[in-house]
């Protein structure tokens, strides 16, 4: 296979589009926080940008594509060293662009659980150290083909499990860590400004559009399935969040329709490139109604996940990583595999749940060791002052609107 | 010379300005405030959970006006700012003991 410049084309495309989901993800947050908080959100967003690319340029796309280990890669690429090459029907480089943007955001993801109380220095060593030691290793499980899932034969189209069950697991061991926030549960903490979260699920949406299809790596039918895919899910996870909010609570909120739309989109993540015909439509309403549900689940615990990652990402990554194992289709794409309801039996199933299962476990321990070890040592959290005077304040001294 | 204070829902603030300015009244200070009376708050519901939100947002309405003025002042409000409903808000008067337009220096009466 020569270079494709269509194909190339649409994955530099795709890059840029993926970038700029972490923006998005950070008005996504921004706007559920009190407002003596956004700016410390949105920092914690816009810094991934900054530290992991870093990281991922340095070591991190070598740790994941390079060398032949099943579980870790090697330093052979590092520094990008030798990745001039071309990758399928795209330069090297272009993947390497693609694949650093979804090392960006991943690691993002657990600053929703994390919200108004986490020391900026120790949440700059905590992402760091994550990126190293799970995001590079389950990257190359699952899409290195060297990697242990990805020869199980475990499908993971743009990242249930490598991106959103693994970010989801992480937020958890971290909330475990570093408890919950001054006054949860006891005072009111309502979002400080939906519009700015409403903006930030549109810019998601869009970006998921790239996320998705930019996993097919090429500008073929693959990746215009991704895309339909990929909006259709987005589309009745708000319906299917809606119905359920509306059914338990009263009212149809336009949190609600923004939370269902990306319930939607993370479910869909695995399986946008494997899946054709209602099952996005299936995939999505069921995630967007579960999620809900899902909320209940920190309220069981008492766990201060503030801004319901692991309803929304764990939860989602777990459901679109299962029923990929229905749904899955070779009709829509024959790199891929049948799942129960197309004739494949319960291989891929099987298959998918070690994958999720696996993720789990290895992110969880690993996350919470390193959260552990941090707490030992600088300190994961901020005094009780610095709490209340706002992150905006006392990590950056700034403060987001001006009176 | 007496200081009205009138604690208002904010969606009235217009019709009380223009049943002011309609007897005469010449000037105002209107503060977006936060309270509570006989109303209570509300509640508010994201993700499911339920915040009460004990504070609910009001307008002031400060205005400084001769005696003579002061019954047709607080009526005009009371009628402008009635919805029926619970929090309508409240109108109290007090006494100002001194009053100086800076501009001019003029005092009391000739100030308002």
């Given at each position: 296979?020569?270079l494709?410049?269509?194909d190339t084309a649409?994955?530099l495309?795709?890059a840029?589009?993926?970038?700029?989901m972490t923006p998005g993800?950070?008005?996504?947050y921004g706007g559920?926080?009190?407002?003596?908080?956004?700016?410390g959100?949105l920092?914690?967003?816009i810094?991934?940008m900054g530290?992991?690319?870093?990281?991922?340029?340095?070591?991190g796309?070598?740790?994941?594509?390079g060398?032949?280990?099943r579980?870790i890669?090697?330093f052979?690429?590092?520094f990008l060293?030798?990745a001039?090459?071309?990758t399928g029907t795209i330069?090297?480089?272009a993947?390497v662009?693609?694949q650093m943007?979804?090392?960006v955001?991943?690691?993002a993801l657990i600053?929703?659980?994390?919200a108004?109380?986490?020391?900026?220095a120790?949440?700059?060593?905590?992402?760091?150290?994550?990126?190293?030691?799970?995001?590079?290793?389950?990257a190359r499980w699952?899409w290195?083909s060297?990697g242990?899932?990805?020869?199980?034969g475990?499908?993971?189209?743009?990242?249930?499990a490598?991106i959103?069950?693994?970010?989801?697991i992480?937020?958890?061991?971290?909330?475990l860590?570093?408890g919950?926030?001054?006054g949860h549960?006891?005072?009111p903490m309502?979002?400080?400004n939906?519009?700015?979260?409403?903006?930030?699920?549109?810019?998601?949406?869009?970006g998921?559009?790239?996320?998705?299809?930019?996993s097919?790596?090429?500008a073929?039918?693959v990746a215009?399935?991704a895309?339909?895919n990929?909006?259709?899910?987005a589309?009745a996870?708000?319906?299917g969040?809606?119905?359920?909010?509306?059914?338990?609570?009263?009212?149809a909120?336009?949190?609600?329709?923004a939370?269902?739309a990306?319930?939607?989109?993370?479910?869909?993540?695995?399986?946008?490139?494997?899946?054709?015909g209602?099952?996005?439509l299936?995939?999505?309403?069921v995630?967007g109604?579960?999620?809900?549900l899902?909320l209940?689940?920190?309220?069981?615990l008492?766990?201060?996940?503030?801004?319901?990652v692991?309803a929304?990402?764990?939860?989602g990554?777990?459901?679109?990583?299962v029923?990929?194992?229905l749904?899955?289709d070779t009709?829509?794409?024959?790199g891929g595999?049948?799942g129960?309801?197309?004739?494949?039996?319960v291989e891929?199933?099987?298959?998918q749940?070690?994958?999720a299962?696996?993720?789990?476990i290895?992110?969880?321990?690993?996350?919470y060791?390193?959260a552990?070890?941090?707490?030992?040592?600088?300190?994961?959290?901020v005094?009780s002052?610095?709490?209340?005077?706002?992150?905006d304040?006392?990590?950056?001294s700034?403060?987001?609107?001006q009176? | 010379m007496k200081?009205?204070?009138a604690?208002?829902?904010?969606f009235k603030?217009?019709?009380v300005k223009?049943?002011?300015k309609?007897?005469?009244v010449t000037?105002?200070?209107?503060t977006?405030?936060r309270?509570?009376?006989?109303?209570?708050?509300?509640?508010?519901t994201y993700?499911?959970?339920e915040?009460k939100?004990d504070?609910?947002p009001k307008?002031?309405?400060?205005?400084?006006v001769?005696?003579?003025?002061?019954?047709?002042v607080?009526d005009?409000i009371?009628?402008?700012?009635?919805?029926e409903?619970?929090?309508?808000g409240?109108?109290?008067v007090v006494?100002?003991e001194?009053l100086i337009?800076?501009?001019?220096g003029e005092?009391?009466?000739?100030?308002?």
């Amino acid at each position: 296979m020569g270079l494709d410049t269509g194909d190339t084309a649409w994955v530099l495309i795709s890059a840029a589009l993926v970038l700029f989901m972490t923006p998005g993800l950070a008005l996504f947050y921004g706007g559920m926080v009190r407002s003596k908080h956004v700016l410390g959100m949105l920092m914690q967003n816009i810094f991934a940008m900054g530290i992991i690319s870093v990281l991922w340029s340095a070591v991190g796309y070598s740790l994941a594509f390079g060398g032949s280990g099943r579980f870790i890669g090697d330093f052979s690429l590092a520094f990008l060293n030798g990745a001039d090459g071309i990758t399928g029907t795209i330069p090297t480089m272009a993947f390497v662009a693609f694949q650093m943007m979804f090392a960006v955001i991943t690691p993002a993801l657990i600053t929703g659980a994390t919200a108004d109380r986490l020391k900026f220095a120790s949440y700059a060593v905590l992402i760091a150290a994550w990126a190293l030691l799970v995001y590079f290793p389950v990257a190359r499980w699952v899409w290195n083909s060297n990697g242990w899932i990805f020869q199980m034969g475990a499908l993971d189209f743009a990242g249930g499990a490598a991106i959103h069950i693994n970010a989801g697991i992480a937020a958890l061991a971290v909330v475990l860590v570093i408890g919950n926030r001054i006054g949860h549960g006891s005072e009111p903490m309502p979002p400080h400004n939906l519009p700015t979260t409403i903006l930030g699920t549109g810019i998601l949406w869009f970006g998921w559009m790239g996320f998705n299809a930019g996993s097919a790596l090429a500008a073929n039918g693959v990746a215009a399935q991704a895309v339909v895919n990929t909006h259709l899910a987005a589309a009745a996870g708000m319906l299917g969040w809606l119905i359920a909010e509306r059914k338990q609570a009263g009212h149809a909120t336009t949190l609600g329709a923004a939370s269902g739309a990306v319930a939607g989109l993370v479910a869909i993540t695995p399986c946008a490139g494997f899946v054709g015909g209602a099952s996005p439509l299936i995939i999505g309403a069921v995630a967007g109604a579960l999620c809900y549900l899902a909320l209940g689940i920190k309220a069981r615990l008492k766990l201060d996940d503030s801004l319901d990652v692991i309803a929304v990402h764990l939860v989602g990554g777990i459901i679109g990583t299962v029923l990929l194992g229905l749904f899955a289709d070779t009709g829509v794409n024959d790199g891929g595999a049948d799942g129960l309801f197309y004739g494949g039996g319960v291989e891929l199933l099987v298959d998918q749940v070690i994958a999720a299962v696996s993720v789990l476990i290895y992110s969880f321990v690993v996350t919470y060791v390193i959260a552990k070890v941090i707490d030992r040592t600088m300190g994961l959290r901020v005094d009780s002052n610095d709490e209340r005077a706002g992150l905006d304040q006392s990590q950056h001294s700034e403060s987001a609107y001006q009176a | 010379m007496k200081l009205i204070t009138a604690i208002i829902k904010p969606f009235k603030l217009d019709d009380v300005k223009d049943a002011l300015k309609a007897i005469g009244v010449t000037g105002m200070t209107v503060t977006e405030v936060r309270g509570f009376g006989r109303q209570g708050g509300h509640t508010e519901t994201y993700r499911g959970a339920e915040y009460k939100i004990d504070f609910v947002p009001k307008v002031s309405v400060e205005t400084v006006v001769s005696d003579a003025q002061v019954d047709a002042v607080v009526d005009a409000i009371a009628s402008a700012a009635h919805s029926e409903k619970i929090g309508d808000g409240k109108i109290w008067v007090v006494d100002v003991e001194r009053l100086i337009r800076i501009r001019t220096g003029e005092e009391g009466d000739h100030a308002v």
